[in-house]
């Protein structure tokens, strides 16, 4: 006796059935589609690689969310927590190959020993699209443009989500000029963090434990509560240089169509720290979801993994949340992809004509599901429902002899005789 | 200081570049494309799973060649040396909700750690496709189709590669008519698995050593060596019903229209030990590489795994020898893929304007590269050379000055100005 095998994938994993399928498909074609069109070339990297490339990236021990192991021949690997490390790897061994800026994209899976919440798993999927060798905010620019075509792609607009925007770098010198020095802006980024999540009060608690004054605080929240960008301007001084930075995406973005989705935003700091630049984060209006997708400009994070200077910004794009935003938006697709058309036949002396009668179909460019034994007439139209197939074919003994097969439109339920040999691309009425 | 980042992936691991995608794409679109036309429903599993799965699958300890490790819950994983049993546990999952019978497709990472030689990977992709709940030899026939349409839409006919077709229950039944009883059958399987890697004289001493007599080798060789479908039925009797499967799945072949790939070979055993019935194996027709693809009927794993008697069949199709086949028909490609247009400018203030350009000409779905600083005319042209682009458009302040742009045809050279904002399709000229 067969111990019950188990059919549910590990605690945190999840497999993509032939329904999930459909909303897959359409999600991996958008990132395909709007990726190819504003020009990024792909690459993939594997799951698997070594722990300390991981370790190069964080620049510190790893935390224990990764699933990391060893090897027969004791290497120290891990399954790969994002896809960055990897392209890092991947591009100092392409650069002068790659067009320069190289703008590159990849999707792919990366995984994290966590505990699993609704809509967070312990693998997920993520896009990522990066442009190295471009310090001008254009390359932020264009990021975003192409993230906003994603979003097209899939059917949202300027109502369904915005994206908000911020910089560290003036984060950071807006901290300097209020007299917060360098050391404690780490610890702050972290709390400023919290913001949207904690109460302020404990917020004001906690900065002042790190020996802000009252003063401080005070003008702290002031820039990180202010949403406009003249006012912005205002506190930290016109012309300063990553404001101006910020100004100069908000005018490329009305240049590339994609303005309305933007919003300044002081207090979006993303969680990692290798930031230096302009930092974003994309959010559903109604603010039901975590994000949808984030990124910035990491200028520092070549330099401290491979001693090189290269200025580099990215996104990272994962597949559970937006999941969550077309449901809420579309509905989640209720069944399988279907077909044109399904063949069925009456007897095992019609299997072979049937056979040749599909082949003709699938060359023509009709995707054809085929009954692969005799079934009979009620039988195979109920299979025909269940297939989804906008026609079905039955060839019966009448209609072989008259060199005929029956096909049946399954929406109006009209049905009519077609020569059984001889098909055109139009054949299906 | 930095020490050096190895650029490498790990040993026996790949990265796919940019330039590899060019291959990739047409070969995953090839799976898909076929997949669909015929009608399979495509699902996903993940590259983790627990170890016991994939010992139920093989009815006892794995190999050494597995990827294992236990999480930080001390459950016992492994990276999935093949995607059937994941399929598996799937399918049970889902079976009522599905069509019946079930044809299902996924393409997907495995993994195995062995010595890494020419060609062979410690990971690598494979299609796979099944039919789960059909016993008639059609699920086969149809099986094969796929494959078949995969292959000519990569470009391979029958004078590239062949199938070479057998039946596991066919040779089983011929030991046992020649007296070689049924526990020595496994291990003759093994043996003649190696039968066209070794010494005739050698197998012939093995085989003796099982304790078959002379002339059960000379008769079993006979068998083994004889590619006459008519032949065979004399050896081991026409009205033997595995021999009539196989002259069914040869007719149907001929009413699915590849008949012409097909060729009758005993001695094709696949070395996976859950086979039951019919099994194939493709190979090029220069016998170059090892095989392209293999499959076949595996009536008793359902049983196995699960306890229901579910007959099915399959085939895997992996990502390296094809992509060895593709190299020595087509070469491999030799750069990335190329894009409609590049867009340049002369200076800054040129900047926004080329942008609005670009925004225009993407959402007329012209695949668009933008320069995201500003190039010299000369540079500007290096580059969209590198970039493959078809159409080089550069922004000077004299084209500007009179609402245009300047657009160069990469291939003739021939450049035209272009209203720079009244665009439409068919724009490029």
Redesign the interface.
């Known amino acids: 006796?067969?111990e019950?095998?188990?059919?549910?994938?590990?605690r945190g994993?999840?497999?993509?059935?032939?329904?999930d399928?459909v909303f897959?498909?359409k999600l991996l074609a958008a990132f395909d589609k709007a990726s190819?069109?504003?020009?990024f070339?792909?690459?993939?990297?594997?799951?698997?690689?070594?722990y300390e490339?991981f370790e190069?990236k964080a620049g510190e021990e790893l935390s224990?969310q990764i699933?990391e192991?060893?090897?027969?021949s004791d290497?120290h690997?891990a399954?790969r927590p994002e896809i960055t490390p990897?392209m890092?790897?991947?591009y100092?061994?392409?650069k002068e190959?790659?067009?320069?800026?190289a703008?590159?994209w990849s999707f792919g899976?990366c995984?994290r020993?966590e505990r699993p919440t609704k809509g967070r798993y312990r693998?997920h999927f993520q896009w990522n699209i990066d442009?190295m060798g471009?310090a001008?905010v254009?390359?932020e620019?264009?990021i975003l443009?192409t993230a906003v075509?994603v979003m097209k792609e899939l059917g949202f607009d300027a109502k369904d989500y915005q994206i908000r925007v911020s910089s560290r770098a003036l984060l950071s010198g807006f901290l300097l000029k209020i007299g917060v020095t360098h050391e404690r802006h780490a610890a702050l980024m972290t709390l400023i963090d919290k913001k949207e999540k904690v109460d302020a009060g404990w917020l004001k608690e906690e900065m002042a434990a790190l020996g802000l004054t009252t003063e401080q605080i005070e003008r702290l929240f002031t820039l990180l509560e202010t949403h406009d960008a003249a006012e912005i301007g205002n506190l930290v001084g016109s012309e300063n240089i990553d404001y101006q930075n910020l100004q100069k995406l908000f005018?490329?973005a009305e240049?590339?169509?994609y303005r309305e989705y933007l919003q300044m935003d002081p207090s979006i700091i993303r969680g990692l720290s290798y930031y230096t630049g302009i930092v974003f984060e994309a959010f559903d209006t109604q603010r039901q979801f975590r994000a949808l997708f984030g990124g910035g400009r990491y200028d520092a994070l070549f330099?401290?993994?491979?001693?090189k200077d290269i200025p580099a910004c990215g996104l990272g794009f994962g597949d559970g949340v937006i999941r969550e935003l077309y449901t809420a938006k579309f509905g989640y697709p209720e069944t399988?992809?279907g077909?044109d058309m399904?063949v069925g036949y009456y007897d095992e002396s019609l299997?072979?004509?049937a056979?040749?009668f599909?082949?003709k179909a699938?060359?023509l460019?009709?995707?054809?599901?085929?009954m692969?034994?005799v079934q009979n007439p009620k039988k195979f139209f109920t299979?025909a429902n269940?297939?989804h197939a906008k026609f079905a074919a039955y060839l019966a003994p009448e209609e072989y002899a008259k060199g005929e097969i029956a096909i049946k439109n399954m929406q109006t339920g009209e049905q009519k005789n077609h020569c059984l040999t001889e098909l055109d691309r139009n054949f299906l009425p």
């Open positions: 006796m067969t019950k095998l188990d059919v549910a994938p590990l994993m999840r497999d993509f059935t032939p329904i399928w897959r498909k190819t069109k504003t020009g070339l792909r690459y993939e990297t594997p799951v698997v690689d070594s490339l190069r224990d699933y192991f060893r090897d027969k290497r690997l399954l990897t890092v790897r991947l100092m061994g392409l190959s790659l067009p320069f800026p703008k590159i899976q995984f020993y693998e442009i471009e001008d254009s390359a620019a264009w443009f075509e005018s490329f240049a590339l169509g330099s401290r993994m491979t001693g399988y992809e077909v399904i299997q072979k004509p056979m040749e599909v082949q699938i060359e460019g009709i995707k054809t599901d085929f692969l034994s299979m269940k297939r």
